[in-house]
C-alpha cells in the first residue's frame, strides 16, 4: 500500500493551527531554530530489511498480521514510514534473507517509492539450506580455510548485489566467537580473522566503504572474535583508508560510556555507521530511546560536535535503526524509533556550544552540566514535526498512521499470516 | 541404544590399577572420604527433557545427528547418561514440549532404565498451535482474565500430568514482563500473578511442592513480573508452606553474590530447588563449571552447610542441569556438567568446617580464605570415579562416551537429522 | 549568611515577565497544572548534614573555600539553600560526625531558619578515637557480642538525640560484610544482625520509624548482610510495623530495575524512605539526574502511582538527598539535585493516568510508551519556577546563588582552609 | 626485622617428608615437572610501596600494628616476604608517597635485602601540599597548560629517581577524566593527554619502557580519559616503540573478557606491564585468586601461550601486585597473593599445549575443556614447596610467617600506631 500526499495533507490541516503556534514561540526563544530544522529536515536513516517482520528471543516469536513476506513489500513498508517521517529514504539488505533475484527490477520499485540502497549486510552467523560447511564454529576466523574460504566469497558476492543496487558500503557483523573457555585460540582466530578480511577487502570498489562491527557477547557467550571497538580499531587500520569502525549502541558491556567511544573514533576519522537501538540489559535491541534518553542526547552531542569539527575527515556515518520489534506493531516502533534519534539530534543541535566550551575551559562544572540539561529539557516536537512538513510528512506520524489504519491495509493485502525473513 | 554393564567393566578394568592408587593415597590424607564419596555416589540430579537437542539463540541453532524425536528417546538418551555417571537417576518434564500421551506406557518405560520423573515444568511463554488465547502480552499476569484462565488451567493440566507419572512438584518459571517503560502496571501485575498462583497452588496435591523461580531478564528486557528472589520469596510466603523459592544460577544481575542468597533461602527453609549452568554475561545456559567454578563452590559451601546444618527444615532441594548445548554433544555436554556439579560438591565436603568455624569466630581472615582454598585446590576427580565405580558407573564417564562410540550409534538409530522438541 | 527575601524578590522581578508568560502559555496546555504547582511547591527534600562539605574516593579528596565546620554552620547552609528553592527545610543528621552537644540551642538555631530534623543516621563503619571495639569486622553482625553492644547502644544514642531534636526516625545502614569469601558465616551474620536490630527497634519510640537501607558492595567487596531489598524487607517484617525499606539510588546491581522494586514495596507499603544520587557505575553519588533522568521520571511514576493509590498505607517516605561533591560547589551542587529531583516529579505528574491505564490494560504499548514520552519531553521548568516564586524562593535559583555571589561570601566569613566532618 | 635462613630451614625440616611423597607421586604423573618448577623458581613478582600498609575505602581505613613507616621499613617488609616465598625480589616505587630521599643510600639498603626496583610510579591524582597547581579537574589532560607542564615535570622527575636506583620503567595510571557528562571536552582531553605523554616520551633513556594503565571508572565515575585498551593502545603507538599497555585486573567493566585483551595485545607484542588483584564488583583490589580463580588460571593460559609463541616480541610483561589489605595483615595478604599467582600460572604450565591445539583445529569443544580443566584441577601446592624450598624459601610460608611471629615483632620494633603512606 501507499500513502497519498493529500491524506497526509488532510491529517496535517487539522493540526497546523497548534503547531504554527508553538513554532512561533520556540523561534522566539532559539535564534538557530531555522538551520536546526533543516539539519533535521534533511537528516535519513536507513531501515534494515529484517526489522519489518516480528523479530523474536530464543524463547519464541510472536507473530502479527501483514507482515510482509517479499523484498517487494518490505520497501513498499519502508516507503511507508518515508512518507510519514520523511526521514527513512533508504533499505538496508541483509543477504541472504532478502537476495534481490532481479536487481534491476528491485532498483526500478525502490527508486519509484524515493527508497535507495544504503549499507549491504553479509551473514555467516547462520547455516542457510544449500551452504557446503557449516558456520557451526565460526565464519571468517574458522580453523578450516574452506569455511573462511566460502564466507569469504559469500561477502563478495553481497558487494556484488550491492554494486548492482547502487549500494556504497558493506557492513559485516561477525558472530565468530567461543562458548568454552579453552575452545578456540585467540590469536588464530585474529589472525585468520583479518587474513578474511583483507580477502574481502580487495573485492570493495573504490568508492566503497567497509564497516566492521564488534560486540562484546551473544551469540557466543564466551569470547567473540571482535570484542570491542578496540578490536575493530585494529583491523579496520590493517586493512586500510577504506575500512571503518560500526558502532552498535547494544553492542557494549554494563555501563560502558559510548559516547567517549564515539568522540575518539570521529577524533581519528574512523567511526563508519551507527546503528540504533535501546537496551537495559545486554543487546536488547528495544526501541531507540525507550531506556537511555539521555545517553542517546550525549552521544548526539559527540556526532554534532565531531560533524561540526571534523580535522580528520571522519565521513558522515551511515545511520541505521537495528532494533527488534517483538510487541509493537513494527512500522509503529520504526517510527518512533526515528522520532527518539531525531528528538536527540535537535536537542543535540540545541546546546550552546560556544557556553558549553567556555565552561569546560573554566572547569564551571555546574555550568556546563546546565547547558546541557537546558537543551535536553527543551521540548523538540515542534521542532520534528515542522522539518517533517516542509517535506510533505505527518505533523504527527503515529497519528497519521492509525488514522490512515495503515495496518489494517497491510492485513487486507497480506493476510493476517504472511512471514517475513530475519530473526 | 542402551550401554551394558559388562561394557562399563571393561573399560573400568583397564584404569582400575592408576585409579585404586590414587585413592589409596587420597584416603590416607582425608580421613572422612569415605563419607565423602557415599555423599557423592548418592547424588542425582535430573535432566531436563529439552536439555538433549540443540539447543540455540535468537540468531539461529545447529543441529547434530541422532537427536532424540520422541520423549522415549529422551528417556532413553539420559539413561545412557546415568549407566555412565550414575548421577542422572531422573527426567524434568516440559510441558507442552514433552506430553506423555501415554503416561502409563512412559512411567513404565522409564522404571525399566531406572529413570524418575522430578519437577515438572509448565510452559506459558510461548504460544502453541491449538491455543485460543496468546502469551504474547503475559500469562499470569495478563490483564485480560481469560488469558490468566488458560494459563492456570495449562498449570492444573501439567500437575495432573506430573501425578500420573509420579512427579512431586511443579517448577513455574514466568517469561511475564514487559520490554519498554509504560506497557504494563507492575502492581497489576503482581497482583494478577499472585491471584492465579493462589489457583495453581489450590490445586496442588498435599504432597507436592511448587517451585516459583525469578529472573531479572530475558525474554522481556524492561521489566520481569519476578524478578528476584525478593519477589519469589514475597509469593512463596503468600501461597503457603508447600510454596518455594527455586534458584537458577544464570538467573540474576551482574556481580550477584548467588551463594548468599542461597544462604539466606536456607536459613528459612526456603530454597526449593536449584538449576545448574555456567554463564559469564547473562542467562548464558553454558554448561556447568565452564566459568566461574569457585563460585560453584562456594555456593555448595553454602549448601552443604544449610543441609548440615538445617532448624528451619529446608527440604533438599530439587537439583537439575538447566543448560544449553549448542557446540557440544549435548551427552557428552551433560556428563561434563554433572562433574562439574559433583567435583565443586566434594570439594565442598572437603573443607574443614570446624577449623572455619573457629576462623570465623576469631576473625582470622586469612585463615579462613586458605582452609576454603585448601579444599577448592584438592584434586577430587578420584572421588567422583570411586563414587561412580561403586554404583557400576564408568570411572571416566567421557572417555568412555567415546569409546562406546555412543553418538554414532544414536545415528545410525535415529538419523542425521531427527530432531527435538525444545528451544 | 543569611540570603534576604528581599534580594531574592530584586532578582526575580528581571525574570517576572518571561517567566509569567511561559506559565500562561503552560497553563493552557495543561488543565491540571496549578494542581502539580501545587505538589511540587509543598514538596521539600531533607539535605544529610555530610553533604555540605568536600566528600571524595579513597584516591582522595579535594577541598573548596567556605566548607563549614559547625553543625550551626550546615544548618545555616542548608537555609540557603532553601531560601533559594523554598525546598529543603529539613536537615538528615549523622552521628557522630554531627552530634548536637547542645540540641536545645540546635533546635533553636534550626527553627529560626525554618529548619526541621528529619531521619537520624548512626554510623557503625568506621572507628571513632573513642571507641572500645572495632567496626573493622562488622558491628550488628560481629560475632562478639561486645561489639554488637556497642554498636547497639549507639543505635540507640542516636535515636535519644532524635528524640530531643524532634526527629522522627532512624536509618540504618550497615556496611557489615565481608572482603573475602569464607570470611564470615552468612546466616550467623544474618541473625546476628536481626537480633541487634530488634534490640534498637524496642528502644523506638512509638510515633517513629525504622529504615533500613541496603546495599550489595562497597565497603565490603564480597558481601554485605543486607544486600538487597529482600533482605532489607525480610528483617523489616520481622521487627515490626515500624519498620521500612529505604531504597538508595545508587545501591544496586548493574542493570537493576529500581522502579520495579519501588513498585513492589509500596505495594505492601513496606518503602520507608528515599536516598537521590545518580550514578554510571556504582554507588558513584553524583549529582541528581545527570546520567539518568529518564530513569528517575520511571521511579517518579512509580512513586505518583503508589502515593495516588495507597490501599496498603505507605507512609510518605523519607527523601533525602545523598550525593557526593567532589567538583562542585556543594551548594549549587544541591540546588541541582533539588531541580532534578522536582523536574521528575513535575513530569511525573505530567503523566495521563488515566490514558496510561487505558493503554495498558488494551496492551497498546506504543500508546503506553507515548504517554510517558510525551510527559518525559514537557519543558517543565517554568512549573518549579512558580512553584518556588509563590513560596517567596527564586525564579532561577543557581543564577541567584552566583549572582549573590554566596560561596565568597561564605569563604570570607569562615576561610578558604575551613573543613566539614563527614566522608 | 630480617628472618634467619636457619629459621626457614629448621620449618621446612618438619614439613619436608610428606612434601618429598608428595613431589615424588607428582612427578610420576607430569613428565615436565621439573621445568614447572624452574619457570616458578625463577618467578619475582614486584610489590608496590603503598601495599604493605593498611589500604581503605572512602568509608574509612582500619590500621594495624607495626606498620612501616618508612621507605627502608617499607623494603624490609618487601625482604620478609621474599625471604618466605622467593618470588618478591623487587618493589615498585611510587612518588611521591615514597621519595627516596638518599636514592644511593636507599640503593645500597635494598641491595643488601636482595630487593630491586621495579617500573617507577607516579601520581597527578592527588594534590601534594607544596604543589602550586590543583589537579582537582585533572593532570595531562588538563585545560590549563600550567598544570599539564607540572604534571609533565613530576613525571620526568619519577623517571629521575628511577634512574638513580636502577629503575628501567615507569607506569603512568591517570585518574583524568570526568564526573558530569559536559564536564569535559573528550577530544581535547585526549589530545591534551597524548601531547603530555608526548614530553614525558621524550625525557625517558632509551633503555627504559612506559607503560600506559587504563581504567574505565573510579575516582571519576563518568568517564576517564583513558577508558580502555584500545585507548591506550592507540596513545602507545602514537608514541613509539618504547610506550605499552599495563593491564590491571580491576580496571575493566563487568563480564570483560580479561584473558582475551591479553591475548590480542601479545598478538601485537604491545602487553608491557601487568597488575594482579582480584574482584567481584569494579576495582576492588582484594587479594588475588579470591574470588576468580579460574578466571586468573585463564589469563595466565595466553600469557604463557603468548611467551612461548612470540613472533611480535612482546617483552616479558613487568608483573606486580595492585591490592589493597583492609582486614588481613598486609604480609599476610601478599603471601597468600604470591601463592595465588603462582598456583595460576603453574596450572596453566601443566595444560598439555599440543592436545589442546589438535583439539581447537578439530573443533572437538569438549575435549579442549577438559585439557583445561584437568590443569585447573592439578593441585599444585607442591610444585610451588619445591620452587620455594630450592631457593631456600618456606615449604609452607604462610605457616612460617606466623610460626616466626613475625608481625609481633614488627608491632615492637615499630609500635602500635606507626603508619604507612598510601591510600
Given at each position: 500500500m501507499q500513502i497519498k500526499n493529500t491524506a497526509i495533507n488532510d491529517l496535517n490541516s487539522g493540526l497546523l493551527l497548534d503547531h504554527e503556534e508553538n513554532l512561533k514561540l520556540l523561534s522566539k526563544k532559539h535564534q538557530n531554530l531555522e538551520q536546526i530544522i533543516d539539519v533535521i529536515a534533511n537528516y535519513n536513516i536507513a531501515i534494515p530489511s529484517w526489522a519489518l517482520g516480528a523479530g523474536g528471543t530464543r524463547f519464541g516469536k510472536f507473530g502479527f498480521g501483514?507482515?510482509?513476506?517479499?523484498l517487494e513489500q518490505k520497501i513498499e513498508d519502508i516507503a511507508v514510514i518515508n512518507t510519514l517521517?520523511?526521514?527513512?529514504n533508504a533499505i538496508s539488505l541483509h543477504i541472504p534473507w532478502d537476495i534481490p533475484k532481479d536487481p534491476e527490477g528491485i532498483k526500478a520499485t525502490a527508486e519509484k517509492l524515493g527508497i535507495q540502497f544504503d549499507a549491504m549486510n553479509s551473514n555467516t552467523f547462520q547455516d542457510q539450506e544449500?551452504?557446503?560447511?557449516?558456520?557451526?564454529?565460526?565464519?571468517?576466523?574458522?580453523?578450516?580455510k574452506s569455511v573462511r574460504d566460502q564466507a569469504v566469497a559469500h561477502n563478495k558476492e553481497v558487494i556484488d548485489y550491492g554494486v548492482a543496487l547502487g549500494s556504497k558500503s558493506l557492513t559485516v557483523w561477525l558472530a565468530d566467537?567461543?562458548?568454552?573457555?579453552?575452545?578456540?585460540n585467540f590469536r588464530r582466530a585474529f589472525e585468520n580473522t583479518l587474513s578474511s578480511l583483507k580477502e574481502i577487502y580487495a573485492h570493495l570498489p573504490s568508492d566503497w566503504k567497509l564497516f566492521i562491527e564488534y560486540k562484546p557477547?551473544?551469540?557466543?557467550?564466551?569470547?567473540?572474535?571482535?570484542?570491542d571497538w578496540g578490536t575493530s580499531h585494529m583491523l579496520a587500520k590493517d586493512l586500510g583508508e577504506q575500512a571503518y569502525t560500526l558502532v552498535d549502541l547494544?553492542?557494549?558491556?554494563?555501563?560502558?560510556?559510548i559516547e567517549h567511544i564515539v568522540a575518539t573514533l570521529m577524533t581519528r576519522g574512523m567511526l563508519g555507521g551507527f546503528h540504533f537501538n535501546d537496551s537495559?540489559?545486554?543487546?536488547?535491541?528495544?526501541?531507540?530511546?525507550?531506556?537511555k534518553p539521555y545517553q542517546l542526547f550525549l552521544i548526539f552531542n559527540e556526532l554534532v560536535f565531531g560533524m561540526q569539527n571534523n580535522p580528520a575527515n571522519n565521513p558522515i556515518p551511515a545511520w541505521m535503526i537495528d532494533a527488534s520489534h517483538n510487541l509493537k506493531d513494527p512500522l509503529e516502533d520504526l517510527i518512533q524509533s526515528i522520532e527518539a534519534i531525531e528528538t536527540a539530534y535537535a536537542k543535540a543541535l540545541l546546546i550552546d556550544q560556544k557556553a558549553l566550551e567556555s565552561a569546560q575551559l573554566k572547569n564551571d562544572v555546574a555550568s556546563a552540566q546546565r547547558i546541557l540539561q537546558d537543551a535536553f529539557n527543551t521540548d523538540v516536537k515542534t521542532i520534528l514535526a515542522e522539518a517533517r512538513r516542509r517535506n510533505?510528512?505527518?505533523?504527527?506520524p503515529i497519528l497519521a498512521y492509525r488514522k490512515l489504519d495503515v495496518r489494517n491495509q497491510l492485513i487486507k493485502e497480506r493476510g493476517m499470516n504472511s512471514s517475513a525473513t530475519g530473526l
Open positions: 501483514g507482515e510482509p513476506s517479499t517521517t520523511k526521514s527513512a544449500d551452504q557446503e560447511y557449516s558456520y557451526k564454529f565460526g565464519s571468517l576466523c574458522h580453523t578450516d566467537g567461543s562458548n568454552f573457555p579453552g575452545q578456540l557477547y551473544e551469540p557466543n557467550f564466551y569470547s567473540m572474535v571482535i570484542q547494544g553492542h557494549h558491556l554494563p555501563n560502558t560510556n537495559k540489559y545486554g543487546d536488547d535491541d528495544l526501541s531507540v530511546g525507550v531506556i510533505g510528512g505527518a505533523i504527527d
